[in-house]
């Protein structure tokens, strides 16, 4: 057979999915392979529940090879497993969280369980650990990226920036070592925001939600967003004759959340819109409602996108192997996660570049618009804080792309342009509140046409820096790369100065007064 066919062949074989079942038997397998009196280390779900015939020498519990919700799921007819853990104050050190639902790592000495078929472990420590922990031991069922964008693309259709976006976001945001943080911002936790806004009617606004609500009901229940603090799994397991309750093992914040049902695609339920505030959440969340530049969401989104009647609708399609692969998603989500905690400021000067570049575009492009949307502390494309957006935009995309490289930053422009471009349809057909935002715009801007460029210039090289301070060299070469003379544009430094726009904290160093 000739190589090409071969490779052909190779490209089209499907991905092995990691089902409950084999996960099942992975842990059984491990189990058989231990000879009694061996020490072992093993891991699974912490079920606080006495196994049938418990004797009363010590605590017996057991463990789960698999999460609450897949055991849950399983049918009668499923093969299942347990491991029955004997636990005494003695000789056993419990460390961490461990209660039941949690993900534990347990050392000891395995054994026969008296009564019964099963195995046990003489429990000499028992941890609880990190529930993405559980996904990251299977390295191997982990899916390439144009696996990824493949399964999407054949199941959930959208615009090719609107898409981009959407894949971002299931990974959430790194930390940024080095960025300088007001108050609102440090609040902020590993959440990302993916907002779409219907655009007059007929939009594919309810297209898009049937298809992100499509994504959402098949992700495990423990990384789905639930109102209820406290919720719990009610597991009745034929194979051991008992029931049991099981709470989340993920304690994190770090959750998925869809509106679950029409009104709440209109206004967000409270306990969920202070998670999203906090980005707390990884909310993926259709608006059905006209867009708004003044709205809180559309400001502190990361991608608040809008659907534009003229382009193709959103749809998706029932895809048997999407679902079955919703695991192997999960691993890869987990392993890009803690691959990339965080990210140093460093990682950012290509994006700083894109982005001062996207200004400048803006403002050529839509020079009626772009100042009042961008020129207030209040607007939608407040450079600061957009700027800021983008940083997290770009930690997201470096997570799926594995490392931070230029080619995220270029691609973070294009998202940036694509958003832009929306909202510009948005402002054209609403003169009433490009009239307002101009209104807002006049109370930061210069009359004077050069002056208010030089503001302009500043404040964008001061929100893209990492201190919110420009030194005056990089101000005035920055003046001269736009056109500006030197003798000019020293004259213009110092009038901003005298007219309170900017200060001079330290010498050499420059501020904006506003923001």
């Given at each position: ?36 009196g061996?020490?072992?280390?093993i ?10 015939n ?32 004997r ?8 460390s ?41 031991d ?26 981009k ?13 080095g ?17 779409v ?75 969920v ?148 471009n ?79 726009y ?14």
């Amino acid at each position: 057979m000739r190589p090409g066919i071969l490779e052909l062949l190779r490209m089209e074989k499907i991905r092995e999915a990691l089902e409950p079942g084999k996960r099942v038997r992975g842990f059984q397998m491990k189990l058989q392979a231990a000879k009694n009196g061996d020490d072992i280390e093993i891991s699974g779900f912490f079920i606080g529940r006495k196994p049938p015939n418990a004797p009363r020498d010590a605590v017996y519990c057991i463990l789960s090879p698999i999460p609450p919700s897949e055991l849950v799921n399983l049918s009668a007819n499923d093969f299942r497993t347990y491991l029955v853990l004997r636990i005494t104050p003695e000789t056993t050190k419990i460390s961490g969280e461990v209660k039941p639902g949690s993900y534990v790592v347990v050392k000891g000495i395995i054994d026969v369980y008296p009564f019964g078929t099963l195995r046990m472990v003489h429990v000499q420590e028992i941890e609880g650990r990190d529930y993405s922990e559980y996904w990251e031991d299977y390295k191997e069922f982990a899916l390439s990226r144009r696996e990824i964008v493949s399964l999407f693309e054949r199941t959930i259709y959208l615009r090719s920036e609107m898409q981009k976006a959407l894949l971002y976001s299931l990974y959430g945001v790194p930390y940024i070592l080095g960025v300088e943080l007001d108050t609102q911002f440090s609040k902020w936790g590993e959440g990302f925001d993916f907002t779409v806004y219907k655009y007059k009617e007929d939009s594919g606004l309810l297209a898009l939600w049937e298809a992100l609500r499509y994504f959402y009901s098949n992700l495990p229940w423990e990384i789905q967003f639930h109102s209820n603090k406290k919720a719990v799994l009610k597991v009745d397991d034929p194979f051991l004759g008992v029931d049991f309750r099981l709470g989340s093992p993920n304690n994190r914040k770090m959750k998925y959340y869809v509106p679950r049902n029409k009104k709440e695609l209109s206004k967000l339920p409270k306990r969920v819109e202070s998670s999203i505030s906090n980005k707390e959440l990884i909310g993926l969340l259709p608006e059905n409602k006209e867009p708004d530049p003044t709205d809180i969401l559309a400001k502190i989104s990361e991608t608040p996108f809008v659907l534009i009647p003229e382009e193709e609708k959103p749809y998706f399609e029932n895809n048997k192997e999407f679902i079955q692969l919703i695991p192997n998603l999960i691993v890869t989500i987990s392993i890009n996660r803690e691959r990339l905690k965080s990210m140093d400021i460093g990682k950012l000067s290509p994006l700083r570049e894109e982005f001062m570049e996207w200004i400048e575009e803006g403002r050529r492009e839509y020079p009626e618009t772009f100042g009042p949307l961008s020129g207030t502390p209040e607007g939608l494309f407040n450079i600061k804080r957009r700027y800021y957006l983008n940083t997290r935009v770009f930690g997201a995309a470096a997570r799926f792309y594995g490392r931070p490289t230029r080619r995220i930053a270029r691609e973070v422009r294009e998202v940036n342009e694509a958003i832009l471009n929306d909202w510009a349809v948005v402002i054209k057909d609403h003169p009433e509140l490009l009239m307002k935002l101009e209104r807002d715009y006049e109370k930061y801007v210069s009359r004077d046409v050069r002056t208010q460029r030089a503001l302009n210039i500043f404040r964008d090289l001061s929100a893209t820096s990492v201190t919110g301070e420009v030194t005056w060299e990089e101000f005035i070469n920055e003046l001269l790369r736009r056109g500006f003379k030197y003798r000019d544009a020293e004259k213009t430094v110092e009038k901003l100065i005298l007219a309170g726009y900017i200060y001079e904290p330290v010498s050499g160093k420059l501020r904006s007064i506003e923001w």
